[in-house]
C-alpha cells in the first residue's frame, strides 16, 4: 500500500515537471508579459494522483485476467456473445433490439433521431471496413476516400441529371467498389503499413481532387441542396423526413449485419481469415491472393459507397472538409475499438464512438480531449477491442 | 459486483437520454438558438457572438422583455462542420428555437438553413459571407449583417486597379470555402474590368510548413501585386516569405485577414499591407456602448464579428417586437420595412437578406495597427 | 534560358528546405517505426510541444534579457527536455501497456493520444496563433544570396545533416545503438542476449522526441508562427517522407524528406500549387508500386 502511494506520489510529481511550461507559463511576446498559474501545478498533482492509482490498478487487473486466460482454465465468453450463441435469447434478443428501434422515434427528440441515424451510418460503415481491415487484414487508412465517391456520385448526379436517391444507391456503391478495384490492382501487393500509407495518400488525392477541381466537383464551397431520400414521390416534413431516413438506416444496418454474417461464413470469408493469419499457406492451399483481396476490396469499398450516397441525402449538403483523414481514422478506431472481426463489437464501437462525442456536448470544450483520453484508455485496458471475435470452434462429442 | 455496475452504467446512460429528451418543453419564452463553432480550431471566430447575445439578451430581458415574454438563449457547437451543423440545427428545432443567431461559417450554415427554413425559422448569420447564401434565393429564411464576398472582391480590384493602378496581378487562395471564392470573385472582376491581367491564380495548402516555391513562382509572374483570399495564419507566412526572399509587391487580403492578430504574427513584415474589412463604426455611440458593455461583461476586449452579431440580435428582437410574433413571413416584412440602428450603423434589408447600410472599407497596416483608408 | 536556370535554382533551394523540415520530423518517425513497428501519430505532437515550448521558454528569456544566441540555445535546450519527456510518457501511458496487443491497436491509442495533445495545449495555451520569434538572425554575409536562400534556411540543413550523421553514427557503432537494431530485428532474441528491451524502447522515444524538439524550434522560427494543430499536418507528410525513404531506416527518412520537398516545391513551381500534395502523394503511390519497401528499405522475404 505504501509502495503504491509512493509511486503515485512520484507519478504526480512527473507531471508536475511534465506539464510546468504548457499549463502554469503562458507569455504574451507582443506585450512581453509572463502569466504564471500557480493553481494548475496543484490540480494537477492532485488529479495526476488519483488517477495513476486508477491506472495502475486496472492495468494490474488486467494483467491478472490476462493471466487467467493464458493458464486457460476457464475461457468465458462474454455474456454478449453467450447471449448470441444460445439460440432461443438469440432471438429474443435480436426482437427487443429490433423493437426498440422501431419505437425509438416514437420516444426521442428528433434531435436524438438526427445522431442516431449518424451512429447507423457509422455501424455500417464500420461493418464494411471491418470486412477489408479486420476478416482480410488489409490495413486501409483512406476507407473515406470510397465513402466521398459515393456521397459525390448522389450529389453530381443529381445536380446533372436529376437522378433520385434510390437510382444513385446502387450506382454510387458500385462506383465505389470500381475506384476499389483501381486502387487495389497495383498496391494490394504491398504489405501491412506500406499498404496503409499508400491507401491513406489515396485517401488525401480524392479529397485534393475534389477540393481543387472546381469545373467537375464545384471545390471547396460544396453541393447543396441535395434531395433527402424520396418515398414515392411523397412529400415529407422535415421531422417525418429524418424519422424516414432513420428507418431507411435501421434496414440497411439489418441488411448489412446479415450479408456480412453471411460472408463471414462463406468460403470467401474463410479465405479472407486465412489470409490474415499467414498469406503464404494460404497460397500453398490454393486460395488465389489477388483474386481474394480485391473481393474485400471492392466489397468494403461498395458499402461506403452506399453510405456515401446516403450521407449526402442525410446533410443535404456536402463538401471535401466531410472527407479528411481524421474521417477514416474515426472509422478505424470504431472497428479496432469494437474489436477486429466481431460484427457485435463493431455495432458497439460505432455507437459509442459516435454518439459519446454528442453526449460529451456537456464538458463544452473539454469534450474533444476527454474524447482523445477515452480511446487511449479503452485500447490500453482492452486492447483486443470491446467484444473480441470469437472463433467458430467445432467439437465432436462422443457421447452422441 | 460487475453486474451491477453495468446495470448502473445502463441506468445512467437511459436517464441522461430520457432527460435530454424531455427538455424541449413548450414555454412563454421566446428562444433564440446561437449556432456556431464554439470549440476547435475555428471557435475564436463563434464565441464572440455568443457574448454579443448574452448581452443584448441580458438588456431586453431587465427592461422586460419583448411585448411581455422574456427571452432565452440556447446555444450550441457547430465547430463549422455541414454533419454537426446539421445535428445541432435539428436539436435547436426540436428544443423549440424561434430564431436562429449565427451560422459562422459559410459552409456550415449553408448545410443548417434547409432545416431552419422547413421549421419556419429566422437565420441571421453576423459572418457568413457566401454570395449564394442569399443571391441563390434558395435560402428564404435567411439574414445577414454583413456584406457578401463578391462585393468585397470588387472593392479590392477596384482598389488594386483604380486607386493603385496595378497592371499585373497574382491571385492567390488557400483552397478553402471562404478564400477560394473570394479569389474566384477577384479574378472574375479584374478579368470583366479589363485594367489588369490576372498572372498567376493559384491556391496554397493551408498549414503548409514553406512557402517559398509558391513566393518564387510569384516572384517570376511579374506581378506588382498579390490579392490573397483566406485567413491571416496563411497571409502572415506568405507576407513574411516575400519579405524573406526579397520579393517586393504589395499585398492586398480580405476581412480573413483583417485580424489584429495578423499583426502580431506577421510583425513587421505586415507593415504596408492592405486589407478589407467592415465598415470602421469606431465612432459610432452605439458601437461605442456596445464594446463598452462587453469589456465590463467580461472584463475583456470582444472578438471577430462581436459588432455585427450584437447588430443582428438588435435587429431580429426589433423585428420580433414589430410583428408581434417569431412568424417567418410577419419577421420578414419587419426586417425589411423596419429601419433599426445599430453597432454596424443604421440598416434595413433587402428582400434578397442582405443588409442595405453595411458595407466595406479598405483598410492599410501602419504603424502596426489598420488604419481606414478614406 | 539563364533566367530559367535562375528559377530552376530557386526552386531547388525551396525544395531542399522543405525536405530538410520534413526530415527533421521523419527521423523521429523512422525510429519508432523502426524498433516497435508503430506508426506514431502522436509524434507530431510532440513536435509541436517543443515548438510551444521552445516559443514560452524564448519569450522569457528575451524578457530577462538574455543575448540572442544564449536565448535559441536555451530555448532548444527547454525544448528538447520537455519534448523528451513527453516522449518518454507517452510512450509508458499509451503504448508499452500495449505490447503485446493485437497490432492495430496501439495505433487507435496513437491517435487518440494526439487528439488528446492537440487539445491539452488548445485548452491550456490559446487557439489562437502565436508569433514565434526569428530566433535565427540574418547573417550578413548571406545576403547576396538571401532571394534564394535564407539563413534560416542554411541553418535548417546544416542541422539536418548534422543530425542525419550523428544519429547514423550513434546507431552503427554505439552500445544503445547496436542494441536498437538488435530489440527492431528480434525483441524476444534481444532479451535473450541481456539487453533491456524497454530501456532501448524508451531511449528511442527519448531520442525521436528530442529530435522533434530540434525540429519544433526550427521550422517555427522559419515559419514564424505556431498554434496547437501545426503537428498534425507536418506530421502526416513527414510520414509520407519517412515511408518513401524505406521506413526505418535513418538515411531513407532524409532521402525520402528531401525527394518529397523537390517534388512539391517543382510541381508548385512548374505545374500548380493546387495539386502539390497530389504530386506529393503519386510519387509515393507510385515508388511503393515498384518498390515495395521504400526506396532504401530492406526487402524482407517472407517465410512460413
Given at each position: 500500500m505504501l509502495t503504491e502511494l509512493r509511486k503515485s506520489l512520484i507519478a504526480s510529481i512527473w507531471f508536475a515537471f511534465l506539464t510546468f511550461p504548457i499549463m502554469v507559463i503562458k507569455v504574451n511576446s507582443i506585450e512581453k508579459t509572463i502569466q504564471w498559474r500557480w493553481m494548475n501545478v496543484v490540480y494537477v498533482m492532485v488529479g495526476i494522483f488519483f488517477l495513476s492509482m486508477a491506472f495502475r490498478f486496472l492495468l494490474k487487473q488486467k494483467e491478472m485476467r490476462a493471466g487467467k486466460e493464458e493458464s486457460g482454465t476457464e475461457i468465458k465468453l462474454s455474456p454478449i456473445h453467450q447471449l448470441i450463441n444460445h439460440p432461443t435469447y438469440r432471438v429474443v434478443f435480436g426482437a427487443a433490439l429490433l423493437l426498440f428501434a422501431v419505437v425509438y422515434p416514437f420516444v426521442f427528440s428528433t434531435y436524438q433521431i438526427n445522431i442516431m441515424t449518424t451512429a447507423l451510418m457509422y455501424v455500417v460503415l464500420g461493418l464494411g471496413l471491418n470486412i477489408v481491415v479486420g476478416l482480410a487484414g488489409l490495413l486501409d487508412l483512406g476507407y473515406v476516400a470510397f465513402y466521398a465517391v459515393g456521397a459525390y456520385s448522389y450529389a453530381l448526379l443529381n445536380h446533372h441529371f436529376g437522378l433520385g436517391f434510390w437510382a444513385v444507391l446502387p450506382i454510387g456503391g458500385v462506383l465505389a467498389a470500381i475506384f476499389g478495384i483501381l486502387l487495389g490492382i497495383p498496391v494490394l501487393r504491398l504489405r501491412g503499413d506500406y499498404l496503409a500509407i499508400v491507401t491513406l495518400g489515396f485517401g488525401e488525392i480524392i479529397r485534393l481532387v475534389l477540393e481543387n477541381w472546381g469545373e467537375f466537383s464545384k471545390g471547396p464551397s460544396g453541393i447543396s441542396n441535395i434531395p433527402r431520400p424520396g418515398l414515392f414521390g411523397i412529400e415529407l416534413s422535415l421531422n417525418d423526413a429524418i424519422t424516414y431516413t432513420y428507418y431507411l438506416m435501421v434496414i440497411f444496418v439489418v441488411v448489412t449485419i446479415f450479408f456480412v454474417n453471411r460472408l463471414q461464413d462463406s468460403r470467401l470469408g474463410r479465405a479472407w481469415i486465412a489470409l490474415r493469419e499467414d498469406e503464404i499457406a494460404c497460397q500453398a492451399m490454393g486460395i488465389d491472393k489477388m483474386k481474394t483481396k480485391l473481393i474485400a476490396f471492392s466489397l468494403g469499398a461498395f458499402w461506403a459507397g452506399i453510405i456515401g450516397v446516403m450521407f449526402a441525402a442525410k446533410t443535404t449538403f456536402i463538401n471535401p472538409a466531410s472527407f479528411t483523414f481524421l474521417e477514416s481514422a474515426m472509422i478505424l478506431s470504431i472497428v479496432v475499438l469494437g474489436g477486429m472481426g466481431s460484427i457485435v463489437g463493431v455495432i458497439l464501437g460505432a455507437l459509442i464512438l459516435i454518439l459519446l462525442p454528442e453526449y460529451l456536448r456537456e464538458l463544452s470544450e473539454y469534450r474533444m480531449l476527454a474524447f482523445g483520453a477515452a480511446l487511449v484508455a479503452m485500447m490500453v485496458f482492452r486492447p483486443q477491442g470491446l467484444i473480441s471475435n470469437v472463433r467458430r470452434t467445432y467439437s465432436i462429442n462422443k457421447d452422441e | 459486483m460487475k453486474m451491477r455496475k453495468k446495470f448502473m452504467a445502463t441506468a445512467l446512460g437511459l436517464g441522461f437520454a430520457v432527460s435530454l429528451s424531455v427538455s424541449a418543453m413548450a414555454s412563454d419564452t421566446i428562444k433564440i438558438g446561437v449556432a456556431g463553432p464554439h470549440s476547435g480550431d475555428l471557435a475564436s471566430y463563434g464565441l464572440p457572438s455568443v457574448n454579443a447575445a448574452k448581452i443584448v439578451v441580458d438588456k431586453i430581458n431587465k427592461a422586460g422583455g419583448i411585448n411581455g415574454k422574456q427571452l432565452e438563449l440556447l446555444v450550441e457547437d457547430t465547430v463549422c462542420k455541414p454533419e454537426i451543423a446539421t445535428n445541432t440545427a435539428t436539436k435547436l428545432v426540436s428544443e423549440g428555437a424561434q430564431v436562429v443567431l449565427g451560422g459562422i461559417c459559410s459552409g456550415a450554415t449553408k448545410a443548417a438553413l434547409p432545416i431552419f427554413n422547413d421549421a419556419g425559422i429566422l437565420v441571421m448569420s453576423p459572418s457568413a459571407t457566401n454570395p449564394a447564401l442569399t443571391q441563390s434565393g434558395e435560402y428564404p429564411n435567411f439574414f445577414r449583417t454583413i456584406a457578401p464576398d463578391d462585393a468585397q472582391a470588387k472593392l479590392d480590384v477596384d482598389f488594386a486597379t483604380d486607386t493603385l493602378g496595378y497592371k499585373k496581378i497574382a491571385v492567390i487562395h488557400d483552397k478553402g470555402d471562404y478564400g477560394k471564392g473570394f479569389a474566384e470573385f477577384a479574378k472574375q472582376f479584374i478579368e470583366e474590368g479589363g485594367k489588369a491581367e490576372v498572372v498567376l491564380f493559384e491556391g496554397v495548402t493551408p498549414g503548409?510548413?514553406?512557402y517559398s516555391a509558391i513566393v518564387q513562382k510569384i516572384k517570376k509572374s511579374g506581378a506588382e501585386t498579390v490579392i490573397f483570399g483566406g485567413y491571416h495564419p496563411e497571409a502572415s507566412k506568405i507576407i513574411s516569405m516575400m519579405k524573406k526572399k526579397r520579393l517586393d509587391v504589395t499585398f492586398i487580403s480580405d476581412d480573413g485577414v483583417k485580424d489584429q492578430t495578423f499583426i502580431k504574427v506577421a510583425?513587421?513584415?505586415?507593415?504596408?499591407a492592405y486589407a478589407s474589412g467592415p465598415q470602421d463604426n469606431s465612432t459610432n455611440p452605439l458601437s461605442i456602448a456596445a464594446i463598452e458593455e462587453h469589456k465590463t461583461t467580461f472584463n475583456a476586449d470582444p472578438g471577430a464579428f462581436y459588432e455585427n452579431a450584437y447588430s443582428a440580435m438588435l435587429a431580429m428582437t426589433n423585428a420580433i417586437a414589430k410583428a408581434g410574433s417569431t412568424d417567418l413571413a410577419a419577421l420578414k416584412a419587419a426586417l425589411e420595412s423596419e429601419k433599426v440602428d445599430t453597432p454596424v450603423g443604421k440598416i434595413s434589408f433587402d428582400a434578397k437578406g442582405d443588409a442595405i447600410g453595411v458595407g466595406f472599407s479598405v483598410y492599410q497596416v501602419k504603424d502596426g495597427v489598420f488604419t481606414e483608408l478614406k | 534560358m539563364l533566367m530559367d536556370f535562375d528559377y530552376f535554382r530557386e526552386l531547388f533551394f525551396s525544395g531542399l528546405t522543405r525536405g530538410a523540415i520534413y526530415a527533421l520530423i521523419a527521423l523521429g518517425y523512422t525510429m519508432v517505426y523502426g524498433i516497435i513497428g508503430l506508426i506514431n501519430f502522436a509524434h507530431g505532437e510532440i513536435y509541436m510541444i517543443g515548438a510551444f515550448t521552445a516559443f514560452i521558454a524564448a519569450t522569457i528569456f528575451s524578457i530577462l534579457g538574455f543575448p540572442a544566441l544564449a536565448i535559441i540555445i536555451l530555448a532548444g535546450v527547454c525544448a528538447v527536455i520537455w519534448s523528451a519527456s513527453y516522449g518518454y510518457t507517452i510512450e509508458k501511458i499509451a503504448y508499452k501497456p500495449l505490447?503485446?496487443?493485437?497490432?492495430?491497436s496501439p495505433l487507435i491509442s496513437a491517435i487518440g493520444m494526439s487528439i488528446f495533445l492537440q487539445n491539452y495545449v488548445l485548452l491550456a495555451q490559446t487557439s489562437d496563433f502565436l508569433p514565434f520569434p526569428a530566433l535565427i538572425p540574418d547573417f550578413d554575409f548571406m545576403e547576396p544570396y538571401a532571394h534564394i536562400v535564407g539563413s534560416t534556411d542554411v541553418v535548417i540543413l546544416a542541422t539536418t545533416t548534422v543530425i542525419m550523421i550523428i544519429l547514423t553514427f550513434i546507431i552503427k557503432y554505439t552500445k544503445v545503438g547496436k542494441a536498437m537494431r538488435a530489440t527492431a530485428q528480434d525483441r524476444t532474441m534481444a532479451t535473450l542476449v541481456g539487453i533491456n528491451v524497454n530501456r532501448i524502447i524508451s531511449a528511442t522515444f527519448i531520442i525521436g522526441s528530442s529530435l522533434a524538439a530540434v525540429g519544433g524550434l526550427l521550422i517555427a522560427s522559419h515559419i514564424g508562427q505556431i498554434n496547437f494543430y501545426i503537428g498534425f499536418i507536418a506530421g502526416i507528410k513527414a510520414f509520407t517522407a519517412a515511408v518513401l525513404g524505406g521506413i526505418g531506416s535513418i538515411p531513407g527518412a532524409v532521402l525520402g524528406s528531401v525527394i518529397l520537398g523537390l517534388t512539391e516545391s517543382f510541381a508548385t513551381g512548374y505545374v500548380s500549387s493546387d495539386y502539390e500534395d497530389v504530386f506529393a502523394f503519386s510519387l509515393l503511390v507510385l515508388i511503393l508500386i515498384f518498390k515495395p519497401s521504400g526506396i532504401l528499405g530492406k526487402a524482407d522475404n517472407q517465410k512460413v
Open positions: - | 503548409g510548413v514553406d510583425g513587421e513584415n505586415a507593415e504596408g | 505490447r503485446h496487443a493485437p497490432r492495430l
